[in-house]
């Protein structure tokens, strides 16, 4: 068998397997912004923010997956969000493309919440959201073509697999220093063609998460936080994150952020350590750079040095919270 054809039909067996343990192909990074798997935070915050990433994983492996994304969230009138993310996914000789359009209500649970917001950070609110979401299939034509090939995901329906819609709904909790978030995707039950007549309804997923910002002085908070994943098909990812965050005190506009996260499996009658990630980022003048570095904790780690990605931001004031 050809080496390259083998290379990319183990990259595309991976990427159909990767969705079944990983609902979105963006909840890996939620981690620089929380919008990514809850709507109810755009426009949480009384700042604009555009982000963009390129995350490459099992560096090392030929046709490994490449990820990329860009997203835009805001606050407009006194309590309207909106937000959107594209991305775009290769995966071996698989592509998958789409994105996300959001409207948000943001509730304030504390009085006397001016009408611009100027003079104060929204520390008190209770949101919701709910996102329109549009999924694209397909397959690079490099090296598969359907004369030649007897492999079922190909011939079954050609390189095109077509355009899927969906929706997602999320409420997102901020009470001084506590933060919580509740969201659902895939509301809608929709049957795949990827891999024939045989491929399962994309299942409903919960994602839940939690933290608190424990200050220690005015200008350094340590942050714990988890997040929880489920879907209809009993499989359960739990992560569990520290961060350390501060704020130069001789320069308010510089601050850099530290984390470590771990993640587990805790799918029925198989409970594993799949990852950990180090990260870390910076902020100058509204200007944000991050970087991560994943090491698998699964057999197939030995066969890659791991996974990189870089995050570039931007936002159109001073938040102390950007990676919310």
Known sequence: MNLRYFSA????????????????????????NYYLVNPAVAGASRCSHVLGTVKKQWVGMDDSPLIETASFRTRILKNVGLGAYVYNDKNGYSLRQGGEATFAY???????????????????QLSFGLSAVINHYGFDD?????????????????????????????????????????????????????????????????????????????????????????????????????KYEQTMPDNPDFSYWLQMAYRHTLD??????????PMGGITYKGFHLGYAYTL?????????????????????????????
Not at 268 to 277: E, I, K, R, V
Request: one cysteine or more; glycine letters at 8%.
């Open 268 to 277: 029925s009658g198989n409970s594993n350590p799949l990852a950990f990630s």
């Open 106 to 124: 943001h509730i304030p649970l504390t009085q006397n919440y001016g009408y611009f917001m100027k003079d104060r950070e929204l520390q008190r």
């Open 9 to 32: 039909l183990v990259a595309s067996v991976l990427f159909f397997t990767g969705l079944q343990a990983q609902d979105e192909i963006v909840y890996d990074q939620y981690y620089w």
């Open 142 to 242: 490099a090296v598969f073509n359907e004369e030649n090939t007897i492999d079922p995901t190909i011939a079954n329906g050609g390189k095109d697999k077509g355009t899927y819609f969906n929706a997602n709904v999320g409420t997102y909790f901020l009470y001084d220093h506590f933060f919580a978030g509740l969201s659902i995707a895939n509301l809608l039950p929709t049957e795949l063609d990827e891999l024939g007549k045989d491929e399962p309804v994309r299942p409903m997923t919960e994602f839940l998460f939690a933290g608190y910002d424990f200050p220690v002085n005015e200008t350094i908070y340590i942050e714990p936080s988890f997040m929880f994943m489920n879907n209809e098909n009993d499989e359960r990812q739990l992560d569990l994150n520290i």
């Open 296 to 324: 698998g904790l699964t057999n197939i780690q030995r066969h890659n040095s791991g996974t990189h990605e870089i995050m570039l931001g931007y936002s159109w004031c001073h938040v102390k919270k950007f990676c919310r």
